[in-house]
């Protein structure tokens, strides 16, 4: 009898045993992620799906960010791959989810006032903003000791014009792929924000962001919600109820009518929808549970565009550099050194 019982036990319990002997990608060097080849992709919706449990994650550690916990967090990376398509999934701490950005506030006189950080002096707000999240490419190795140093090489604080520096390669011709997950702005319509650097310096009239630019758009991004003349809401959420969310859908914004609101009440201060074009290329979801983030994302490995990392040649190794900013404008966590991403055939 005890026989049998056995047997029965064993057959019950061997799917679960098989798939925890199932192996979860190769053995790399620390700094590495290797992307392993699925048939069938995860769903982006910010949940773990089992396919994820094909491949090792590896551990980022970023430091020196603004409201982070020791200004210190790590970022947990997986990646997988079809024939077409790279998915992405990382998670990482952060204490508190920031939602707030910039919102409009009713005063007691009637008037309105847009939150800001009292300290900002200027592109340096850390108490009314977002979380975010990014990753900086070295498109064809063009960037001059970005593969030994990381993409602290294209960065150059205690120059003129902004409290922290400028972002910018050293030579013409050198160009990096920036993918930046921005939690309100593109996170709430599914994307990451399609960026990238080059070496343009910094001139407050015609380069104020120096190298960083964004990709080509057709439609879509995101824009103040604010009349022409800076001292009110533009446009509402339906109904005019107050905030939350903190955002408006582009397509469901209404004109702003003052007199639905009371001293206190907050009107969200950004519009958003989807990017189309080329700054669209990064469909994304995230959730956020229990003071941690988790992130999924995805783009063609081939996208055609200048201003994007191609992953042609899976044999190769990819550069990246990763960023956290918890609730920070431009304070941001980074990884020291340089990591890499290869392709499991």
């Not at 997988?80 to 707030?100: G, H, P």
Request: with cysteine; hydrophobic share 35%; charged share 25%.
């Amino acid at each position: 009898m005890r026989k049998f019982l056995w047997v029965g036990l064993l057959v019950i319990l061997l799917p679960f045993l098989a798939l925890s002997c199932q192996p979860a990608g190769p053995s790399l060097p620390a700094d590495t992620a290797g992307a392993v080849k699925i048939d069938t992709p995860p769903q982006i919706d910010g949940t773990i799906d089992s396919v994820w449990s094909k491949t090792k994650p590896i551990t980022i550690n970023v430091s020196g960010g603004a409201n982070l916990p020791n200004g210190t967090s790590a970022v947990e990376l997986r990646a997988v791959y079809t024939a077409d398509t790279i998915y992405f999934l990382a998670q990482w701490q952060d204490a508190t989810q920031s939602v707030r950005r910039s919102p409009w506030e009713k005063q007691a006189d009637g008037s309105w006032k847009k939150l800001k950080d009292p300290n900002d002096k200027g592109g340096d707000n850390n108490v009314y903003y977002e979380d975010k999240m990014a990753f900086i490419w070295n498109i064809n190795d063009s960037i001059a000791g970005f593969n030994t140093q990381g993409c602290m090489v294209t960065c150059h604080a205690g120059e003129a014009g902004k409290a922290f520096g400028n972002k910018y390669t050293a030579n013409a011709g050198e160009t990096g792929d920036i993918w930046h997950w921005k939690s309100i702005r593109t996170g709430t319509v599914g994307q990451i924000d399609d960026q990238y650097v080059d070496n343009t310096r910094y001139d407050a009239q015609k380069s104020p962001e120096a190298g960083r630019k964004s990709d080509p758009k057709t439609g879509g991004g995101y824009l103040d919600n604010q009349t022409d003349d800076k001292k009110l809401p533009k446009y509402a959420l339906a109904d005019n109820k107050p905030a939350p969310s903190y955002w408006i859908l582009d397509n469901e914004k209404v004109a702003f009518d003052d007199s639905k609101y009371t001293a206190g009440n907050e009107v969200p201060g950004i519009i958003v929808a989807p990017f189309t074009g080329d700054r669209g290329d990064l469909t994304a979801k995230s959730a956020y549970k229990d003071g941690k983030y988790t992130l999924e994302w995805s783009r063609k490995l081939q996208t055609g565009s200048q201003y994007d990392v191609q992953f042609s040649d899976l044999t190769k190794t990819y550069y990246f550099g990763v960023s956290v900013f918890d609730n920070a404008q431009v304070r941001h966590a980074w990884s020291s050194g340089v990591n890499k991403l290869v392709f499991v055939q």
